[in-house]
């Protein structure tokens, strides 16, 4: 039996394959939620380590496996998807000036237009019941700008802005939308975007080369990534909360950094933010 206040919801989270992603569905499942983790890659689901929580192929940069996916997800939960987490993301490193169209486009393609297809499909159906909970996974940076983070920030603060007016649009529908803040946490986000940083820069022909070669070591180290950092569980807490609350909150920030950055934003200049991003950021050199 679940001890839930409000019935178990059919729960469709995509990037499963670690971190955040996979702890959500674990933890969700665990408080009795019909849980179905979608992942990219074929054989992450093939080798998907529980069997009492589905898992189905969906790759956000492809519509036609977005449809498939979620078909099959709506399969085996049982029917149609009460509550979305659009965990699936990735970063790609690198100066603005050193990004080509194609790889702003790739980022873009992941953590913003494949999230608002798959959310839009799940709409019509959360409207038909009068009640659904779409929670983005959204960033410390689609709340404050670092360097050499161009086309994350990007994605992340379009999400934000998307978000916002889709929260707007469904006021009164019984669909609610929660932005998750996440500042630095234990994942493989760091390792992916290494690979991301190494396809898609020419860092060596760079002018920001020696800046580059710092970067790479960061990346390279094993450890926090940063100070501040907290477990996936920290982030997973916050989707609980906005998919059981009767009233959920619109924005959850997660951990010290973006709790800080959005104070600062208040206070400051933009020029004395810009000094503490800067600084931040390794004064725009890390």
């Not at 498939?68 to 009460?82: N, R």
Request: aromatic content about 6%; hydrophobic content about 40%.
């Amino acid at each position: 039996m679940s001890d839930l206040a409000i019935p178990p919801r059919r729960v469709l989270i995509t990037g499963c394959s670690s971190g955040i992603g996979r702890r959500a569905a674990e933890m969700l499942a665990e408080r009795g939620h019909h849980v179905v983790a979608s992942l990219r890659n074929p054989d992450d689901v093939a080798e998907w380590p529980h069997a009492h929580i589905p898992a189905v192929p969906l790759d956000l940069n492809d519509s036609t496996s977005i449809h498939a996916g979620l078909t099959a997800a709506v399969e085996a939960a049982g029917g149609p998807i009460e509550a979305l987490f659009n965990n699936g993301a990735y970063g790609q490193p690198g100066a603005v000036e050193d990004l080509t169209r194609d790889t702003l486009r790739a980022q873009l393609e992941t953590n913003l237009l494949g999230t608002v297809e798959l959310t839009n499909q799940v709409i019509p159906s959360m409207r038909a019941a009068g009640f659904g909970r779409i929670v983005q996974n959204s960033s410390v940076l689609g709340v404050s700008a670092l360097a050499f983070r161009g086309a994350y920030v990007a994605s992340k603060f379009a999400l934000e802005g998307i978000s916002d007016t889709l929260r707007l649009e469904l006021a009164g529908s019984g669909i609610d939308v929660s932005l998750i803040e996440p500042g630095p946490i234990t994942s493989r986000f760091r390792a992916n975007a290494q690979r991301a940083f190494e396809a898609n820069i020419d860092w060596q022909h760079s002018v920001h080369h020696e800046a580059y070669e710092r970067q790479l070591e960061r990346l390279k180290t094993p450890g926090p990534a940063a100070p501040f950092t907290l477990p996936p569980e920290a982030v997973v807490r916050r989707v609980i909360h906005a998919i059981e609350s009767r009233r959920p909150k619109a924005r959850y920030p997660v951990t010290v950094p973006t709790y800080l950055f959005a104070v600062l934003k208040r206070l400051l200049t933009t020029r004395a933010m810009d000094r503490v991003l800067m600084r931040a950021s390794g004064g725009g050199k890390r």
